[in-house]
């Protein structure tokens, strides 16, 4: 356990980004998002959620998939050997870290994802503990402590002047060796303030709701009548599942310059009536009720069935603060039963 | 070192059939010259064509015949009017095979009922190919095929040739609009299959076609005493991985790519409706 006066911390970007491409959460404009640190640039450690999800340090919103070239024979050129920058990701918060556990099971599952796999492994995710959970914020739902990340390499607790940070992998206890002459040695009273930290944020919760048996409960929720009325807000923008750290459906497409080009693979959404619309005129979820049931069925039950019983959710709330409509999965989860068992 | 799932083999279309007017018969083999993949009867493959696009197709050959692939492609969308365009010789992607192929050896021993339309008569191709190249270890072999007309029939020299020629094989063709050069029956598959009326004894069937055909084909099996257990069926969805990751042809928690695009009655009747 180490740690660091939070006035050090240009010190400490500086460091870092020598270990590898920094990038931490950086306000401008109003926006906080994840961006690479370059000298002067100071990360913005209070704000809970980027705009937009880190999953792209790993799924790229856009990414070449291969190349193509017509010589005298066709020449397929696979690029994803060339992904995987060294990268050092600062400040996710513990439910972006527990999404990308949700990620892997896709994009590691097989066949393994290789550009997927190359990044994952060349980058060191540091996760940032939350303080006070927005009113948003549900991730205990799904068994996540807004101040703690297990699956993230290294743990940074915000102790009010100092940053400790806590080495949970092999690969975190590496990057932390690499710092010493920045870092000091954190005491059993450091400790103890961090275990406050992460007891306080439990207790700052207000939004509680429970998924407990969900999963089952929607077996058989195909066909309720409650789809008929949720869906007519729903305006296809698309927004919800831009935004989700865990949605992780894509599309490919080319694109072609002469004798050659490239094919993309592109973030798509469930949410667009052309995501299912086949070339012969059939589609099978034709209106807007079939694809808003296969967002929530998906993240509830789906995915739980095909995963180990996990949800598709981390409760990060990004869908619930910015759906244009307020189609709120907390009323779904509570609509069907999940219980509220706090205040 | 591992590799990228989504790059595909280059591939040289080595011929070119015409099979109606608008379903062309493409044979695919190995740019340098070796297999390009072993592959079960119903299982399927990304074609690419540069740089229009790719497109998950049901693989119509037989792994019995070695060397190749082919393919039976309507002319549909953007990619297929494409195709339809190119000569032998021209160089493509193939990746696969991709989904879970007709349960051989469930099937063996049994009477086989194929029952197809138009187009689909390309998956249940691959299959009827593969049991009667192993003719010994299927029992009778009954093919229901209709088309809109006569010229919509695909694969002609095996239905009027090579299939009906063979011990325990039998053909029965309907067209749905009759015509001066068709002497057959007239009329839909479904009804065309109730006036034959097979015996489900002994036997499994194995039906594609389009939804509005299988939809009655499978109301007049249940009537016709079938067992879902032994009613085989393919679905298709649109895909754009063919891995399970891209997120677009599950039905409930089932992916067509990985536990299709085979499925029996009984487990199609535990998913939702929703294909």
Redesign the interface.
């Known amino acids: 356990m180490k740690k660091i006066a939070k006035t050090k911390l240009q010190e400490l970007w500086q460091r870092l980004s020598a270990e590898g491409a920094l990038h931490l959460p950086v306000r401008s404009d109003r926006v906080v998002e994840f961006v690479r640190w370059q000298e002067d640039v100071s990360a913005d450690l209070d704000a809970l959620n980027a705009f937009l999800p880190p999953k792209k340090y790993f799924y790229p919103q856009t990414e070449t998939?291969?190349k193509?070239q017509?010589e005298d024979?066709?020449?397929?050129t696979?690029?994803?050997?060339l992904a995987g920058e060294k990268t050092i990701l600062f400040g996710v918060r513990p439910c972006d870290a527990a999404a990308f556990s949700l990620m892997d099971k896709?994009?590691l599952?097989e066949?393994?994802?290789?550009?997927y796999?190359r990044r994952r492994e060349s980058t060191v995710v540091i996760a940032l503990g939350c303080l006070e959970p927005e009113e948003t914020c549900f991730c205990l739902a799904f068994d996540i402590d807004p101040g703690k990340a297990p699956g993230a390499d290294l743990l940074a607790a915000d102790t009010g002047t100092e940053l400790v940070f806590i080495a949970q992998s092999s690969k975190g206890e590496e990057l932390l060796a690499k710092l010493n002459g920045v870092l000091q040695e954190a005491t059993s009273g450091d400790e103890n303030k961090v275990k406050d930290a992460q007891e306080r944020a439990r207790e700052k919760y207000v939004t509680r709701v429970s998924v407990h048996g969900l999963a089952e409960k929607l077996d058989t929720f195909?066909?309720s009548v409650y789809w008929d009325r949720l869906y007519r807000r729903c305006i296809a923008c698309g927004t919800c599942t831009y935004l989700c750290p865990t949605c992780?459906?894509?599309?490919?497409?080319?694109?072609?310059a002469g004798r050659s080009?490239e094919?993309i693979?592109c973030w798509?959404a469930?949410m667009f009536p052309d995501?299912?619309?086949?070339?012969?005129g059939?589609n099978?979820?034709p209106t807007q009720k079939?694809r808003v049931r296969?967002r929530f069925?998906?993240k509830l039950?789906?995915?739980p069935?095909?995963h180990g019983g996990e949800y598709a959710c981390v409760g990060c709330g990004r869908c619930v603060r910015q759906c244009p409509v307020h189609l709120d999965i907390l009323e779904v989860i509570r609509e069907m039963g999940g219980a509220v068992d706090g205040r | 070192m591992a590799v990228n799932p989504l790059l595909p083999q280059v591939a040289v279309v080595t011929d070119v059939r015409r099979e109606t007017p608008d379903v062309k018969t493409f044979r695919v083999e190995a740019a340098d010259g070796g297999e390009l993949f072993a592959y079960r009867p119903g299982q399927c493959a990304m074609v690419s064509l540069f740089p229009v696009g790719e497109a998950l197709f049901s693989i119509t050959s037989s792994p019995t015949r070695i060397g190749f692939l082919e393919f039976s492609i309507k002319e549909t969308g953007m990619l297929t009017r494409a195709l339809h365009e190119i000569e032998p010789g021209t160089e493509i992607g193939v990746r696969g095979p991709y989904g879970n192929g007709f349960p051989v050896e469930f099937l063996r021993g049994k009477d086989l009922l194929f029952i197809g339309g138009g187009i689909a008569l390309a998956p249940l191709r691959s299959l009827i190919n593969y049991c009667l190249d192993n003719r010994d270890d299927y029992g009778r072999v009954d093919i229901i095929y209709g088309a809109r007309s006569s010229r919509d029939l695909v694969q002609r020299e095996e239905l009027f040739v090579n299939w009906p020629r063979l011990r325990d094989t039998a053909v029965h063709l309907t067209v749905d609009v009759r015509s001066d050069d068709w002497e057959g029956n007239v009329g839909f598959v479904p009804a065309f299959l109730e006036q034959l009326n097979p015996v489900p004894e002994g036997k499994a069937t194995i039906t594609c076609g389009p939804p509005v055909m299988i939809k009655f084909v499978l109301q007049s099996l249940a009537k016709m005493g079938y067992q879902p257990e032994n009613v085989i069926t393919t679905l298709e969805m649109k895909m754009k991985c063919g891995i399970g990751k891209c997120g677009r042809c599950n039905i409930g928690d089932k992916y067509v790519c990985r536990s299709g695009p085979v499925f029996t009655l009984a487990e199609l009747q535990k998913l939702p409706n929703e294909y």
């Open positions: 998939v291969l193509y017509f024979t066709l020449q397929l696979d690029v994803s050997s896709v994009y599952g066949p393994v994802d290789e550009a796999r195909f066909d992780h459906c894509f599309d490919l497409q080319e694109y072609a080009g094919r693979r798509d469930c995501f299912t619309q086949m070339a012969g059939h099978p979820r079939e296969q069925m998906h039950n789906y995915f069935r095909q």
